[in-house]
């Protein structure tokens, strides 16, 4: 075990809950370490339900690509815990290092000395110090949960404030109605700092209309102040600056060019003259985020299915995430055909039936796992019997492995997607490439 996961591993013991949102114990230990959240590079704050890695895969590419640094922080993390914390390097930002991750985790942990905090609070607490302690041009900061009450809301004048299309998640913390998910996440919106809303319900654009209003955030909404479409195989955005002709984004799936032109939007909210639009080109031509639609090359895991078959990722876990996964695969079937088999597994904090229900037609069978060491995961059995109520043939399997040996015997070689939670992708990218995962896992990864 590395020194990094003994002490993650002590540090979920600070709280009795594992998500606990409110901001009063993130003030208590900012400031005892001397207020990093002050010191921070210009920051690019990022809510939403959807598609928030990718568009910070976008925005991060392109600002390295215009040779400037960029510091970023998300979560979860798939494989191991130093994917959340990217210091911005020339050359591109590099996940930070194993002695210097475990310095400031200390450092927080005798900064917060007994009293109670959540694991992802001082986490971002040791991710705000490294960045405050490290020179960078920009930060892209994702919020881990919700927005107004989530521990990156500490910021008080970020440089731009992104909203990613909103759907139902996590309603037990942020509400049941998408009027209140959106109140959460429009938390962010900060006076006077542009926010760039990506296309939404409009039960959810109205109550983000209103919270801007409230602080006075100046909005620029997706097909209102901006447009980006595909036309003759190429993303057009549009503005009141221009139009721009770029290349179609990196990462596949319609919904990318979406995700694309918000990030498009914030970048020119910058006005950054050495971002040109040769960089952003560039960045939706070279941008990765991993699970995300992410097509699997060589690995441990074919050894388990014909090499002529097809082997792709996906962390989604939410209704709207099904639907984009079931439109992206029925698109590419429609481009080259193969049976589809969807090796499934999800916790029971999502809605499984609303994610599976979009494959109906689409999937030739599904093979349900129980997402292993996760004591969440919902029971194989149960996803199976859910993907049957759609008049979905399905079957259940032990492993990863016997899912992939039963989806193998699909003929002819057939697309297999595995999909339905982060937490299973973060199994099935550490197995593929043989990589120890990190022992800091469940809820705690958040």
């Given at each position: 075990?590395?020194?990094?996961?003994?002490?993650?591993?002590?540090?979920?013991?600070?709280?009795?809950k594992?998500i606990d949102?409110?901001?009063d114990?993130?003030?208590?230990?900012?400031?005892?370490?001397?207020?990093?959240?002050?010191?921070?590079p210009?920051?690019?704050?990022?809510?939403?339900?959807n598609?928030?890695?990718?568009?910070?895969?976008?925005?991060?590419?392109?600002?390295?690509?215009?040779?400037?640094?960029?510091?970023?922080?998300?979560s979860?993390?798939?494989?191991?815990?130093?994917?959340?914390?990217?210091?911005?390097?020339?050359?591109?930002a590099?996940?930070?290092?194993?002695?210097?991750?475990?310095?400031?985790?200390?450092?927080?942990?005798?900064?917060?000395?007994?009293?109670?905090?959540?694991?992802?609070?001082?986490?971002?607490?040791?991710?705000?110090?490294?960045?405050?302690?490290?020179?960078?041009?920009?930060?892209?900061?994702?919020?881990?949960l919700?927005?107004?009450?989530d521990?990156t809301?500490?910021?008080?004048?970020?440089?731009?404030?992104?909203?990613?299309?909103?759907d139902y998640?996590?309603?037990?913390?942020?509400?049941?109605?998408?009027?209140?998910?959106?109140?959460?996440?429009a938390?962010?919106?900060?006076?006077?700092?542009?926010?760039?809303?990506?296309?939404?319900?409009?039960?959810?654009?109205?109550?983000?209309?209103?919270?801007?209003?409230?602080?006075?955030?100046?909005l620029?909404?997706?097909?209102?102040?901006?447009?980006?479409?595909?036309?003759?195989?190429?993303?057009?955005?549009?503005?009141?600056?221009?139009?721009l002709?770029?290349?179609?984004?990196?990462?596949?799936?319609?919904?990318?060019?979406d995700?694309?032109?918000?990030?498009?939007?914030?970048?020119r909210?910058?006005?950054?003259?050495?971002?040109?639009?040769?960089?952003?080109?560039?960045?939706?031509?070279?941008?990765?985020?991993?699970?995300?639609?992410?097509?699997?090359?060589?690995?441990?895991?074919?050894?388990?299915?014909?090499?002529?078959?097809?082997?792709?990722?996906?962390?989604?876990?939410?209704?709207?995430?099904?639907?984009?996964?079931?439109?992206?695969?029925?698109?590419?079937?429609?481009?080259v055909?193969?049976?589809?088999?969807?090796?499934?597994?999800?916790?029971?904090?999502?809605a499984?039936?609303?994610?599976?229900?979009?494959f109906?037609g689409?999937?030739?069978?599904?093979v349900?796992?129980?997402?292993?060491?996760?004591?969440?995961?919902?029971?194989?059995?149960?996803?199976a019997?859910?993907?049957?109520?759609?008049q979905?043939?399905?079957?259940?399997?032990?492993?990863?492995e016997?899912?992939?040996?039963?989806a193998?015997?699909?003929?002819?070689?057939p697309?297999?997607?595995?999909a339905?939670?982060?937490?299973?992708?973060?199994?099935?990218?550490?197995r593929?490439s043989?990589?120890q995962m990190?022992?800091?896992?469940?809820?705690?990864?958040?």
């Amino acid at each position: 075990m590395a020194v990094s996961d003994a002490i993650l591993k002590r540090l979920l013991s600070l709280h009795p809950k594992i998500i606990d949102l409110s901001l009063d114990r993130m003030w208590r230990i900012l400031k005892k370490l001397g207020d990093p959240q002050e010191n921070l590079p210009p920051v690019i704050h990022v809510a939403g339900t959807n598609g928030k890695g990718s568009t910070i895969a976008y925005l991060r590419a392109a600002i390295e690509a215009a040779g400037l640094s960029v510091h970023c922080y998300t979560s979860p993390h798939l494989v191991k815990f130093h994917e959340r914390i990217r210091l911005g390097k020339p050359g591109g930002a590099e996940l930070i290092g194993e002695d210097r991750l475990n310095s400031l985790l200390e450092e927080c942990e005798e900064a917060n000395g007994s009293e109670p905090i959540t694991f992802f609070e001082i986490t971002t607490a040791a991710a705000f110090l490294a960045f405050a302690r490290s020179p960078a041009d920009y930060l892209v900061l994702e919020v881990g949960l919700g927005g107004r009450l989530d521990a990156t809301n500490v910021v008080s004048k970020p440089v731009a404030g992104v909203i990613t299309p909103i759907d139902y998640d996590h309603q037990q913390y942020l509400g049941n109605t998408l009027t209140e998910i959106a109140h959460e996440k429009a938390g962010i919106l900060k006076p006077f700092v542009p926010a760039i809303v990506a296309p939404q319900p409009d039960e959810a654009l109205a109550e983000i209309e209103r919270s801007a209003e409230r602080v006075r955030a100046p909005l620029l909404i997706a097909n209102q102040d901006w447009q980006a479409y595909e036309q003759h195989g190429r993303l057009v955005y549009q503005d009141e600056s221009g139009l721009l002709d770029l290349p179609l984004p990196q990462l596949p799936g319609r919904h990318q060019i979406d995700n694309a032109g918000t990030a498009v939007a914030a970048l020119r909210s910058l006005d950054d003259g050495r971002i040109g639009e040769n960089h952003i080109a560039q960045g939706l031509k070279s941008a990765t985020w991993p699970a995300r639609m992410q097509r699997l090359g060589p690995g441990a895991l074919w050894s388990f299915i014909p090499k002529d078959s097809e082997l792709w990722l996906d962390g989604g876990h939410n209704p709207s995430a099904g639907r984009a996964l079931a439109r992206a695969f029925s698109e590419l079937n429609d481009r080259v055909s193969r049976p589809l088999v969807l090796i499934w597994g999800m916790l029971n904090s999502k809605a499984a039936s609303d994610f599976i229900a979009p494959f109906a037609g689409i999937v030739h069978r599904v093979v349900t796992l129980t997402i292993p060491d996760e004591e969440n995961a919902i029971p194989a059995g149960e996803l199976a019997e859910t993907a049957r109520q759609h008049q979905i043939s399905a079957e259940t399997a032990g492993s990863l492995e016997e899912a992939l040996k039963q989806a193998a015997q699909i003929t002819p070689a057939p697309r297999i997607l595995i999909a339905g939670s982060l937490y299973l992708a973060g199994r099935v990218l550490a197995r593929h490439s043989g990589e120890q995962m990190s022992q800091v896992s469940g809820a705690g990864r958040r």
